[in-house]
């Protein structure tokens, strides 16, 4: 186990790190120390203030997509658990209810996102409806390609992730105490804010792990439903990979994991997710 | 992206299994064993292709096992990842086509075998375009960005060094090529459009796009911004520093004034952009507008003044590649310059390198349509049969002579690249 997670995880990490202090040129790496790749993803960064450089903006606008799919996937996911460990009561329908959460994965990534265009598009149905109901004039555009379109589908695929830890901390709650609260005369609001949030804690905090690990590294939804021109730090990585610029890909990539991990270690700061398993 | 090199690494797979297979079922069936000589003889002739899905037809393939005896197995993956893999797995495959701009990174990677000018049976019927940079006729055209004829010839067999003049060590035997511009939406833009500063028209505000490929995007930037006369640019793909400060700007400026609806990097979203009205003009590759056209949508692959930008691609053999498998190459690059293939890539739009041959495997009025920019006679159809243009259409821009003439730059790799991509990542966050 250790062997794996050792010649997986951690040896590409490794090379990763140190290539991401290599120079290189056009087409190869050059196995020389340089700290190019870090100095050129932060150019500018002191040169233009006040206003922002390059990097921060991309990081900025991919922790606000970031934050807004997370308030959403939680509000949405912990409702849809709530409602699957609480109101569904037979066993099969809680698992046909969470199989079928799994449906936006059944189609390919790119043909997902090309089916938003129909739907939301200037000539989609939603602004045919509108205009159909008299409530709009003109089209409305930022339904497509603009922030909307990245959060609503990063929400629409990630939500699952969410969903599934959550249900599965809140069927472990013993019924019990539910049912010691409501004796006790608690409100359901009291019951669920100070028994069932608490015990779906871990839940939640792996839910949210999954999610703000998946949305920070992407750059295929932020691309496609962006049109291309919302920047993301993954897209960053995806473009110097494409002009070959490995180390400098390497260097984002370990800036970026610097800054998830940093997220993640501030979640587990707040539940002890080992503990509370 | 993420679709083709899953696709990509699936095939090599299966290729990989494949040959273990093979290699397993040999030796244990005879040669290995018992010394019997017969071994080689019962090796399938097998090419390991890599390229982009674009040139990548079964029906190609098919037609080339039957003509010549070698199977070819396709390796598909996107242009970036293409460059990628010749770079770090030189092994991986045999046959590479590639487009001449890569070659700039390709070749001082020393993975790329020279091939032997004489061992091509039509390298002298190429077409100048790539020789010498000029039509048949004898017209100069663009030279700007990383022509063929200036990464075409070695200095010499293991050189990494490009030759100016004709030498018999040739990089890359060229195989297909067109000229790309605007498409527009004739039935939504309802007017004539003749320049490329039509594509930061305010009249377009949120109805344009250009492609989000670094390299081949500021291209089309550039275009731009020289049409709009703010700038002549010494060489479109080869930009200094400033120039590519000042393209950057103009552009982004756009960008914050809402011109663009999305940026496109993948042929079906450029498909998808144009087909729903999304955009009305955009970037697009000859093939895309096709498609636009065959879902029944009015769709313009428009000539404009400033002239178009061209790319040109062919096949490369990979270092690798040695003994009789050396001798398939030979003879599978012979194969496709004979005139079957370069039919089949004309009458998709593109244009094949030897046009002699394919000539003589068209018809008289396919020829006229998509060469000679003649009213069609009967009804033009794709390779695939289905039926691309009624009778009585003309071909958008018009002959050989008048598109590929009015080229005035092609797709390249700059020596500032580095400093393009950064800027470019600059553009996408602004």
């Known amino acids: ?277 | 992206m993420s679709k083709s090199s899953k696709l990509n690494s699936r095939v090599s797979r299966r290729a990989v299994l494949k040959g273990a297979a093979g290699v397993a079922g040999i030796a244990a069936g005879s040669g290995a064993l018992t010394g019997f000589p017969y071994v080689h003889a019962a090796d399938p002739k097998v090419l390991r292709y890599l390229g982009t899905a674009v040139n990548e037809g079964d029906e190609i393939s098919k037609k080339c096992l039957a003509d010549t005896g070698i199977k070819i197995e396709y390796i598909t993956a996107t242009t970036d990842d293409v460059t990628k893999r010749v770079i770090t797995q030189p092994n991986s495959f045999d046959v590479l086509d590639t487009e001449y701009f890569s070659l700039k990174k390709l070749v001082p990677s020393g993975n790329i075998f020279a091939l032997d000018a004489k061992k091509i049976k039509e390298f002298d019927n190429i077409t100048p375009v790539f020789t010498k940079g000029q039509l048949p006729n004898g017209k100069k055209i663009g030279d700007q960005g990383t022509a063929p004829w200036k990464v075409l010839y070695l200095e010499g067999a293991n050189s990494k060094t490009f030759s100016k003049t004709p030498t018999e060590f040739v990089t890359l035997i060229p195989t297909v090529y067109n000229a790309d511009t605007l498409g527009i939406r004739p039935d939504l833009i309802k007017r004539p459009i003749s320049s490329w500063t039509e594509l930061l028209n305010p009249e377009f505000k949120g109805k344009a796009s250009i492609l989000n490929i670094p390299s081949i995007g500021i291209m089309d930037a550039a275009m731009v911004v020289e049409a709009g006369g703010q700038h002549t640019y010494a060489d479109k793909g080869n930009m200094t520093k400033a120039e590519i400060d000042l393209t950057m700007k103009i552009m982004t400026e756009a960008k914050k004034a809402g011109q663009f609806r999305a940026f496109w990097k993948d042929f079906n979203e450029s498909v998808n952009l144009m087909a729903s009205g999304e955009t009305v003009i955009q970037s697009m590759w000859s093939p895309a507008v096709t498609k636009v056209r065959s879902m029944g949508i009015a769709c313009t692959f428009q000539p404009l003044k400033e002239g178009y930008r061209s790319w040109a691609s062919g096949f490369c053999v990979s270092k690798a590649v040695t003994g009789p498998k050396l001798d398939w190459a030979y003879e599978f690059v012979n194969w496709y310059l004979s005139g079957w293939a370069g039919a089949y890539l004309n009458r998709q739009g593109y244009y094949s390198a030897v046009l002699s041959t394919a000539k003589a495997n068209m018809t008289a009025d396919e020829w006229g349509y998509w060469m000679e920019g003649k009213a069609a006679v009967g009804d033009i159809k794709a390779p695939d049969g289905t039926i691309l243009e009624k009778a009585g259409a003309t071909r958008d821009g018009g002959s050989y002579d008048d598109r590929m003439g009015a080229v005035a730059c092609w797709n390249a790799v700059m020596d500032e690249n580095d400093y393009m991509v950064r800027k470019w990542n600059e553009f996408i966050a602004a």
């Open chain 1, 1 to 277: 186990m250790m062997l794996v997670f050792a010649l997986f995880f951690l040896l590409p990490l490794l090379f990763v790190t140190i290539v991401s202090a290599w120079d290189y040129n056009e087409y190869e790496m050059i196995p020389a120390f340089s700290l190019r790749g870090y100095s050129d993803t932060f150019e500018g960064c002191i040169a233009d203030l006040p206003n922002l450089c390059t990097i921060l903006k991309t990081y900025l606008k991919t922790l606000k997509l970031c934050l807004l799919t997370w308030v959403l996937t939680l509000l949405i996911g912990f409702t849809v658990a709530y409602f699957l460990a609480f109101h569904v009561r037979s066993k099969t329908w809680q698992i046909v209810l969470t199989l079928l959460c799994t449906i936006p994965f059944w189609t390919s990534n790119v043909i997902r996102m090309i089916a938003w265009i129909p739907l939301l598009g200037r000539n989609g149905l939603v602004n045919r409806g509108l205009e159909g109901a008299g409530l709009i004039h003109q089209p409305v555009e930022w339904l497509l390609f603009s922030e909307f379109s990245v959060v609503l589908a990063l929400v629409h695929l990630f939500t699952f992730f969410m969903v599934v830890p959550i249900f599965n901390s809140m069927i472990r709650i013993d019924k019990r105490l539910i049912e010691a609260a409501y004796d006790a005369g608690a409100t359901g609001w009291q019951t669920l804010v100070n028994i069932v949030i608490p015990l779906a804690k871990p839940g939640i905090v792996i839910g949210s792990i999954f999610v703000i690990t998946i949305v920070m590294g992407d750059f295929v939804t932020i691309g496609v439903m962006g049109g291309q021109q919302i920047a993301s730090a993954g897209k960053i990585i995806e473009a110097r990979l494409n002009a070959l610029q490995f180390p400098a890909a390497a260097a984002n990539a370990v800036i970026l994991l610097g800054i998830t991990i940093l997220i993640i270690s501030a979640l587990t700061r707040i539940v002890d997710v080992r503990k509370e398993l």
